[in-house]
């Protein structure tokens, strides 16, 4: 048994339950037809949760421990890297089908970006001082990723093509999430 879950993740394909597990810095992966663990996959410090990627072939893992992101492949169930992460990180959030990835880092104020191709951090996104980001979801077909800044009542709009960011200022007090109809709805 895992002990110190932090969060459950399905598959795309729903066969495997990965299980980020806080208290043993690892994700496990449990088969979901035969209710067994398949492997324990040793990560960052403090796994937040996996995120699948939108094609299928990569879980994503914050670990706020060490303040890195651990890359699994998600038919191998193999790490295949780790990149360098940010402070307090709340969620993950694709575009272009699952290459591109966004990690909110709520401690630093910023998104960060990586190239899940290349497995490579590509940039970062500071959203400024006074923001508190929380959750975000990505459009449809996936060329925007929304976030939410609870300490500004601001909703920051990022261009997946451009990465380029349009704030919308006062969209009601204490704003957590983002929820779009058909979109990848990603949170905490």
């Given at each position: 048994p895992a002990k110190g879950v932090a969060n459950v993740t399905l598959t795309l394909d729903e066969k495997f339950a990965y299980i980020a597990t806080g208290d043993a810095n690892s994700v496990t992966v449990l088969d979901t037809a035969t209710d067994k663990i398949i492997r324990t996959i040793p990560v960052g410090l403090d796994p937040w949760r996996a995120y699948a990627s939108p094609d299928g072939k990569h879980m994503i893992v914050p670990n706020n421990g060490d303040q890195t992101v651990s890359v699994i492949d998600a038919k191998s169930h193999a790490l295949v890297a780790t990149l360098p992460g940010g402070a307090d990180m709340t969620g993950v959030?694709?575009?272009k089908a699952g290459d591109?990835?966004?990690v909110i880092s709520r401690g630093s104020s910023k998104v960060l970006i990586y190239d899940f191709s290349a497995l490579a951090k590509i940039g970062e996104l500071d959203m400024g001082e006074g923001t508190r980001l929380e959750t975000a979801s990505t459009s449809p077909a996936g060329t925007k990723i929304y976030v939410a800044s609870s300490s500004d009542n601001s909703l920051y709009v990022i261009n997946v093509e451009s990465?380029?960011?349009?704030?919308i200022k006062d969209v009601g007090n204490f704003p957590w999430g983002v929820s779009i109809?058909?979109?990848q709805n990603y949170c905490h």
């Open positions: 959030n694709f575009g591109k990835g966004y990465d380029q960011v349009k704030r109809y058909q979109g």
